[in-house]
DNA sequence: GCAAAAGTGTTCACATTACACCCATGG
DNA sequence: CCATGGGTGTAATGTGAACACTTTTGC
């Protein structure tokens, strides 16, 4: 390869760059979900012939008048039906060999979704939910961008309350609970954990109660998006464990 | 555009795709630097007639043959001459606009070097070390990328101690409590400063003091690299102030 | 001797942890 | 009445923040 230091550089001087313009730009998104109180993800499974029934991550190329935020909106628009969801861009991938098709570089976004909200459209190749902890092997670079989007999302439950997107809009703490600790891979106090919650301030009582539970029904409540908001202007907002 | 669910899948269909493949790809590196006590950052004149005597981070186009690290790596080693750089990945930015060459989707990096320890190469184009604080305005989204790329390193540097990769091998501690200061834009404790960063176990006394200091002269410690390595195997390192 | 920074401990407030019993509901 | 989880408080420990004086060197 020639010395970048004897060509002219992309950021400083006019230079014919068309041999530069070769890429193809994809996105692939982790989309979490929640369910049985397990972390789930939803995968397809791939019919390129070298990764046949493999797991693949939902992802897709970037159309040249589109960003990367509003391709993976559309993938997961067109997957779940949803919008509003929460995303976020974790890393880029660019293994030179990553995909059969040519040289292509994929963005990875993680989106948390709640998975009894929606109906998963286009049913064809096995769009399902797949338990985090049991997946062994993907194809491509999958089971690498999952880890990573898995960790990333780990970190972040403990720095905002982004956890709350996986949930229904009304919920119990045991839910609350027993999410943060699929997420986690840790068991938490219960006392301790309400405690650290309700401090939080953005738990808001809704004056409901579980029903349909064997057991005596839990309290129901909902996020406080509007004193987050507030808070967030102010400083983060950590939930540490 | 053709709603994606109605179009075969690059994950999960062979598909001709040839029209997706008009992407350029490049890296921009914000190259962290610490002098005078001030955070610096490496940048050079745009020569581009959009951006006429505008400073722009240090960048490049990705080959189609080389993956993003070592297209990073290679910009750091042709611009300071150094190899073994601390050098993170960050975020991509993909605006449609946001490059004059046509649709070039560029993955943002810090890296951190020690400001004094490099030559400059390609002295051409000003390439020249300017304090972060004093930054108004930058050619293409570089102003973003700048202020996406502090904020990283503000929040990695309290989560792991890459931050010695901006100092000499041997340093005092108040070389140290500035350099944080300086990227945290805080002031700290001098007696918590020290009695934190001692219990990390981190530093190593070279029993040797400062010298044509017009004080009285500190120890000088360097970085316990191999304690650090076996820490990370066990849990992370946590430095918040 | 003066200026400048090195070096050094204690106290207080707050946050985290560990831990056990009674209560409400469905079956 | 039994199984299941809901709901509650306190004591001990650890962590972060605030804070002042003496010492060493160069000039």
Redesign the pocket.
């Known amino acids: 390869m020639t010395p970048s230091r004897k060509k002219p550089n992309i950021n400083c001087s006019p230079v014919d760059t068309s041999h530069f313009f070769g890429f193809a730009v994809s996105v692939d998104c982790v989309i979490f979900g929640f369910d049985e109180n397990v972390l789930k993800v939803l995968l397809i499974k791939s019919d390129l012939p070298t990764f046949q029934d493999k797991w693949s991550l939902l992802g897709d190329l970037v159309e040249l008048d589109e960003d990367l935020d509003s391709a993976s909106y559309r993938v997961l628009k067109d997957r779940t039906g949803l919008e509003n969801v929460y995303l976020e861009q974790v890393h880029t991938f660019s293994s030179v060999g990553r995909h059969p098709a040519g040289r292509v570089v994929s963005t990875a976004y993680f989106s948390l979704v709640n998975a009894r909200h929606h109906q998963l459209r286009q049913l064809a190749n096995e769009l399902h939910w797949h338990p985090v902890a049991d997946i062994q092997e993907m194809a491509f670079d999958h089971m690498e961008i999952l880890n990573t989007c898995l960790a990333a999302l780990q970190k972040k439950i403990q720095e905002e309350p982004i956890i709350f997107n996986l949930l229904e809009n009304k919920f119990?703490?045991?839910e609350l609970q027993y999410l943060y600790e699929a997420i986690l891979g840790v068991k938490l106090?219960?006392?301790?954990f309400?405690?650290?919650l309700f401090t939080t301030g953005l738990l808001v009582d809704v004056d409901e109660?579980e029903e349909?539970?064997?057991?005596?029904?839990?309290?129901l409540y909902t996020f406080n998006h509007g004193r987050y908001s507030n808070m967030k202007k102010k400083t983060f907002v950590g939930i540490?464990?």
């Open positions: 119990s703490l045991r106090d219960r006392r301790n309400r405690k650290k109660m349909n539970v064997p057991h005596r029904p839990g309290k540490d464990f």
